[in-house]
């Protein structure tokens, strides 16, 4: 079994997993105690698999890390960033990581698929796609496409845009002349599926507070509930959200009218306090 790179990944943990099942196909011995062992906690046999479930690498530890996994320096360098990454604890900071992923990336396999974290990257790539759909446009055009965003965007920010779009084949030109967008959606690799929309859905709840912030319109609407529930009322918010998450698509899918609005709907569903233990 090959041993993973950490450039093929967006979550330094599923790198570590994928890491020590390479490192145990090679040596059965090689368990996730052994890996604490050598990580200089000889009686702290569950370090590394509370790391995989969630617990935090401190700075110590992120130096050890690197030893063990034997990166070299460019490697660590996008391991540190990584961590960071993942660990981040204000938006600013994940973004500024997220960032830097980019530009540390250099594998041949990350030269193609960097279009797709530059797609993530701004959450109005998808918002002009979807405006290309309701509206007439022309590439030239792009001081229109920017000011129709609500809130609007910069003519180069919309440049940079319909490149990265056209480039994706997500918005072809038609023989009109016109950007339209295709049929074809963003396959983006499994193995950063989840963090790179985790990044955009960042970006969506952003958007959500600034529309809050604006004057207040007829069209806008937020609705929030702080509730208490049992574990079984629980499940049943989550399956009547998915069901209603699939009514949603339906109606788009199946409204018989021209789309003429472009729209975000965010819904968020959290815990305010840690989960009651039996």
Partial sequence: MEQPTPYDYNDYR???????????????????????????LPRTRSYFTDILAGKRITGTFLDRFIL?????KDEARYFR??????????????????????????????SLEQKHYLYYRSWWNGAIRALLEIGSYREEELGRIAKDLTPA????????????????????????GLLKPTTRNLATPESSRDELVRQLQIQQLELAQRSLLMPPSADRRTFSNTISVSEAGWEMILQRIERFREELRSIVHRDPDSPNRVAQFTLSFIPLTRKATP
Wanted: charged share 25%.
């Fill in 81 to 110: 960033v990584l961590v960071r990454f993942n660990q981040a604890e204000s938006p600013e900071d994940r973004e500024l990581s997220f960032d830097q992923l980019v530009a540390l990336n250099k594998t041949p396999r990350q």
């Fill in 153 to 176: 965007i910069t003519p180069g920010e919309a440049k940079a845009s319909i490149e990265l779009l056209l480039d994706l084949g997500l918005v072809a030109t038609s023989p009109e």
């Fill in 14 to 40: 599923r790198y570590l997993t994928d890491w020590h099942a390479a490192r145990q196909a090679a040596d059965p011995e090689f368990s996730k105690s052994e890996v604490s062992r050598q990580l200089g």
């Fill in 68 to 72: 063990l996994l034997g990166l070299d």
